[in-house]
């Protein structure tokens, strides 16, 4: 079974909408484990609108499953993470301005400098993973990163999945093929929802783990997290 991380960046949203401590996101960290979540995202950015960098430390001990920051290798991000020590570090090329994560990384331009910070976050002990789309010179690149793994960037998938899902799903196919064949495992996350998660997972071969967030939490408004939870992860059954 496709494991299942709940980034729980938009309970932070919500939080900090109001001030104050509601709703809890220490809590929600908890909660999504109860509730079967195979794991906890987090996704810091530069200007905290949602985690902030306190949020990642208090929920560092309550993790009981697997606790993957997501982020931008910044000077303060590669320190947070080397302090916190998550079981997996997941590096987004995201400018601090970015609504949300758009892209992946250019492997090749960036390649010395994903191999310097994956190298320190190897050393440390903690599971690298890389943000990357599927065109096949960046799935190439990342294997010369020495990632452990990649998160494939679904927007397009999702985006596609109305229109044509035979044409949405082909390019990711094709990507996780590869990638296993040079040795890399598979993440995947970025705009999957209770629409297209099934078939993604039926599809893609080798998959690990998705991350969810925004979709999950909005679900969660009318049914519930426990309920969302369990309704994610029936989607991941192989
Ligand atoms: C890498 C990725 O796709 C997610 O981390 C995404 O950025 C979710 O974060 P937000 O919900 O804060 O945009
Ligand atoms: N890595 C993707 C993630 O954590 C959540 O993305 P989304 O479901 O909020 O689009």
Redesign the pocket.
């Known amino acids: 079974m496709t494991k299942l991380s709940v980034?729980i960046n938009k309970v932070a949203t919500l939080r900090n909408s109001r001030g104050g401590n509601t709703p809890n996101v220490l809590q929600a960290a908890i909660d999504v484990q109860e509730f079967g979540g195979d794991g906890v995202?987090v996704?810091p950015r530069p200007d905290e609108r949602h985690i902030r960098y306190k949020d990642v430390y208090d929920i560092r001990p309550v993790i009981k499953t697997e606790f993957n920051i997501?982020g931008y290798p910044s000077k303060e991000f590669i320190d947070l993470v080397l302090a916190v020590r998550p079981h997996q570090v997941?590096l987004v090329p995201d400018p601090p301005e970015a609504l949300t994560s758009n892209a992946g990384w250019d492997t090749v331009t960036h390649m010395t400098f994903l191999q310097d910070v994956i190298g320190r976050f190897s050393d440390a002990g903690i599971r690298t993973s890389i943000f990357v789309d599927t065109d096949l010179k960046n799935i190439e690149g990342a294997v010369k990163t020495n990632t452990d793994r990649i998160?494939l960037y679904t927007e397009p998938y999702a985006t596609n999945f109305t229109k044509d899902r035979e044409a949405a799903i082909a390019p990711f196919v094709e990507a996780a093929e590869l990638a296993n064949k040079i040795g890399l495992k598979i993440n995947a996350?970025?705009?999957?929802n209770l629409d297209n998660l099934k078939y993604f997972n039926e599809r893609i071969p080798y998959l690990k783990e998705v991350?969810?967030?925004?979709?999950?939490i909005s679900d969660a408004l009318y049914i519930g997290l426990e309920k969302t939870i369990q309704l994610y992860k029936q989607q991941l059954i192989k």
């Open positions: 980034n995202t996704h997501e997941t998160e996350g970025h705009d999957l991350s969810i967030g925004h979709a999950l």
